[in-house]
C-alpha cells in the first residue's frame, strides 16, 4: 500500500508517479540561497540529493478518501506522450499507485489541479489525437485566474487540458477559497503561478495541506522567505507559503508535498 496518513474521517495517500533530475542546478532555482542553508536542508531531507549531486524530485499526486468520496489532488508527469514528456522521467506510474491504493479512475469525483505546469496535470487528460479525461466521473477544478493566465503559463494546455475537459463538461473554475463537497476545502495560494491553489484536510486542530508547489524543496521549510526562480511572482508566493505555513487553524500540520522525498511532513 502507498503511504497514507488518517486524519479524522479521511484516508490522505500519496500517489507516486515518478522520480528524477530537475532540470537545472538547484543553486540556479534558489539563487540567494548560502552555503549554510543547503547543509541544513541537506540534513532535513538527504534524499534530495542524488549520487550526482543533482536536485531528485519526487512527483506525485494525492488521493483523498472518504465516506463522501475521491479526491484527487494533482494528475502527475503522465504518459510517455504528456506535455512533461520534454523533461521529466515519463512514463508515470499512477495508474498503478491508484490500483496499489484500491482506487479505481471511475471512482475518483474531484480532481484538484493545483496549477497547469505539466509535472501536476499529465494524466488528467490523455489519449493523442482522441483526447479524453482519464478520470470520466470527475469534476476537474482549477482557479479562473490560473486559466486566464494560461497564455503565460503554458499556451499548449489549452488544447491539451482545458479544451478537452470543456468538451465533456467536466472543468469546474473557482474564484478564491472554496469549500468542496467532500468536506475538504480549496485554498487560493497564489504566486508560484498567478491561480496556484491548495487543498487542505481538516479533523479538530489537525491539518493536512497539500502544498503543490507552494513548497517545492525542503529549503523552503526552513526559509520560506527564499524565492524560487520559477516562480512567476515571488512576492505573492512568499506571501503564500508563510501563510499556509503559520496556518494558526491547528495544533498539529501536515504537509503533503509534491516533490519532497518523504511524502508528509509534520510541523
Same mark, same amino acid.
Given at each position: 500500500?502507498?503511504?497514507?496518513?488518517?486524519?479524522?474521517? *479521511?484516508?490522505?495517500?500519496?500517489?507516486?508517479?515518478?522520480?528524477?533530475?530537475?532540470?537545472?542546478?538547484?543553486? =540556479?532555482?534558489? %539563487?540567494?540561497?548560502?552555503?549554510?542553508?543547503?547543509?541544513?536542508?541537506?540534513?532535513? $531531507?538527504?534524499?534530495?540529493? $542524488?549520487?550526482?549531486?543533482?536536485?531528485?524530485? /519526487?512527483?506525485?499526486?494525492?488521493?483523498?478518501?472518504?465516506?463522501?468520496?475521491?479526491?484527487?489532488?494533482?494528475?502527475?508527469?503522465?504518459?510517455?506522450?504528456?506535455?512533461?514528456?520534454?523533461?521529466? %522521467?515519463?512514463?508515470?506510474? @499512477?495508474? *498503478?499507485?491508484?490500483?496499489?491504493?484500491?482506487?479505481?479512475?471511475? =471512482?475518483?469525483?474531484?480532481?484538484? @489541479?493545483?496549477?497547469?505546469?505539466?509535472?501536476?496535470?499529465?494524466?488528467?487528460?490523455?489519449?493523442?489525437?482522441?483526447?479524453?479525461?482519464?478520470?470520466?466521473?470527475?469534476? *476537474?477544478?482549477?482557479?479562473?485566474?490560473?486559466? $486566464?493566465?494560461?497564455?503565460?503559463?503554458?499556451?499548449? @494546455?489549452?488544447?491539451?487540458?482545458?479544451?478537452?475537459? /470543456?468538451?465533456?463538461?467536466?472543468?469546474?473554475?473557482?474564484?478564491?477559497?472554496?469549500?468542496?463537497?467532500?468536506?475538504?476545502?480549496?485554498?487560493?495560494?497564489?504566486?508560484?503561478? %498567478?491561480?496556484?491553489?491548495?487543498?487542505?484536510?481538516?479533523?479538530?486542530?489537525? @491539518?493536512?495541506?497539500?502544498?503543490?508547489?507552494?513548497?517545492?524543496?525542503?529549503?523552503?521549510?526552513?526559509?520560506? =522567505?527564499?524565492? *524560487?526562480?520559477?516562480?512567476?511572482?515571488?512576492?505573492?508566493?512568499?506571501?503564500?507559503?508563510?501563510?499556509?505555513?503559520?496556518? /494558526?487553524?491547528? $495544533?498539529?500540520?501536515?504537509?503533503?508535498?509534491?516533490?519532497?522525498?518523504?511524502?508528509?511532513?509534520?510541523?
Amino acid at each position: 500500500m502507498p503511504p497514507s496518513l488518517q486524519v479524522g474521517p *479521511y484516508t490522505v495517500t500519496a500517489l507516486d508517479d515518478g522520480a528524477g533530475p530537475f532540470f537545472s542546478p538547484r543553486s =540556479e532555482a534558489f %539563487p540567494d540561497a548560502t552555503t549554510e542553508q543547503w547543509a541544513a536542508a541537506d540534513r532535513l $531531507d538527504p534524499g534530495a540529493l $542524488d549520487a550526482e549531486g543533482r536536485w531528485q524530485l /519526487r512527483f506525485r499526486a494525492f488521493a483523498i478518501r472518504s465516506d463522501r468520496g475521491v479526491t484527487l489532488v494533482d494528475a502527475g508527469i503522465g504518459p510517455a506522450d504528456s506535455p512533461a514528456a520534454s523533461w521529466a %522521467p515519463v512514463p508515470g506510474v @499512477l495508474p *498503478y499507485s491508484l490500483a496499489a491504493a484500491g482506487i479505481e479512475p471511475s =471512482e475518483v469525483d474531484t480532481v484538484v @489541479l493545483t496549477h497547469l505546469h505539466t509535472d501536476h496535470i499529465g494524466w488528467a487528460v490523455v489519449g493523442g489525437e482522441e483526447m479524453r479525461p482519464f478520470f470520466p466521473n470527475a469534476a *476537474y477544478l482549477l482557479q479562473q485566474a490560473e486559466v $486566464d493566465a494560461i497564455e503565460d503559463i503554458n499556451p499548449h @494546455l489549452r488544447s491539451a487540458v482545458i479544451e478537452p475537459l /470543456r468538451k465533456t463538461d467536466q472543468l469546474r473554475l473557482l474564484d478564491g477559497d472554496t469549500s468542496l463537497r467532500g468536506g475538504e476545502s480549496v485554498c487560493a495560494t497564489p504566486g508560484h503561478t %498567478p491561480g496556484h491553489q491548495s487543498v487542505l484536510v481538516a479533523s479538530g486542530r489537525e @491539518l493536512v495541506a497539500v502544498t503543490g508547489d507552494v513548497l517545492v524543496h525542503a529549503i523552503q521549510l526552513l526559509h520560506p =522567505e527564499l524565492a *524560487y526562480a520559477h516562480e512567476m511572482d515571488p512576492a505573492r508566493a512568499r506571501a503564500s507559503r508563510a501563510e499556509l505555513l503559520r496556518n /494558526r487553524a491547528a $495544533d498539529t500540520l501536515h504537509l503533503a508535498t509534491p516533490h519532497l522525498t518523504e511524502p508528509f511532513v509534520t510541523r
